[in-house]
């Protein structure tokens, strides 16, 4: 697109660049962890802040046949950017949703109780076309999803009912995992007892799902028991691993897809004993030089992390200096002098001594997802290696 084409040549403020290249690898090295499953990119959130149109097509290209968001919104956008030979679910859904277009659309619905089941029916008998809808059993997440015991007889009950009168297709049976980035804890394996247990109740009772999905990106990585027909990854795909705690994403063969930087907008000497930033939470050990950083939290960069995110500049990792601000943070450059211009990166895949998303959940006290999600509107995504 021209407007990529231009911001790639244009010396920015601060860009995102994402690698569809890494995208695509970490499709396919997920694709390999489970084999028997077809795969499913969660896009959700504008793909965790990478840009979802163009990450969906790319994951489509490395062979997801499934995509995934949360609201009807994404799903429809999807459509409506061109994504239409592949299979799109929604799951987040809110009375009086746009129930209607989706069937239109020929997007997969979730649902998890009685009233959305009336209000997909309604607009099937609508729109004349039968809904795909997707059954969500809550196994233990105590989240979304349909209760086990009656709730769930009933919920089965009615839309075998709603299939048998043409109005929908149900297309899978599905929960989502508490607790499967901690590998060993004891609700996992009764998650998936349950999930069996509910999957052959509904079967039993004559559904016949095309697919049965439980599996996000850690399980798709550490529990092979969990993939069933469809696994549903989405940090993964994004190159970031679920949790330290399982390893770094090179131990999955995963590479991380998005690298945050920004121009260095100044550069100064300062004697020591200068406070710097609101509050002065830091003040110069000694004469110094001071480089700004144009990113702060209405960039998505954690107020959290002041004092303690890492950047690399000049190949040295420098520390947020004070308190990051709506706009723009310091670091403390001990003297170097690069010009105003330089590069700082904030995040990236980490092999050319870059800090990672991870490193800067670990300096907020947060997870990687909140980190790469958060990134602001203001700061341009730089899609490269878009084509094959
Ligand atoms: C976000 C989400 C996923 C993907 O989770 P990851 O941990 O990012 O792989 C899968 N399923 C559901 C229902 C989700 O909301």
Redesign the pocket.
Known sequence: MTETAALRTAPLRARAEIDLAALRANVRTLRGRAPGAALMA?V?SDA?GHGAPQCARAAVQAGATWL?T?TPEEALALRAAGLTDVRVMC?LWTPGGPWQEAVEADLDVSVSGMWALREVTAAARRAGLPARVHLKADTGLGRGGCQPGGDWAELVREALRAEAGGLIRITGLWS?FACADEPGHPSVAAQLALFREMTAHAEGRGVRPEVRHIA???A?LTLPESHFDLV?????VYGIS?SPELGVPADFGLRPVMTLSASLSLVKQVPGGHGVSYGHHYVTPGETTLGLVPLGYADGIPRHASGAGPVLVGGKWRTVAGRIAMDQFVVDLGGDEPGAGEQAVLFGPGDHGEPTAEDWAQAAGTIA?EIVTRIGTRVPRVHVNESV
């Open positions: 969660v959700k965790y995934g949360a799951w989502h996000n990106s850690p798709t549903r990854t989405g940090i993964a679920p997802y």
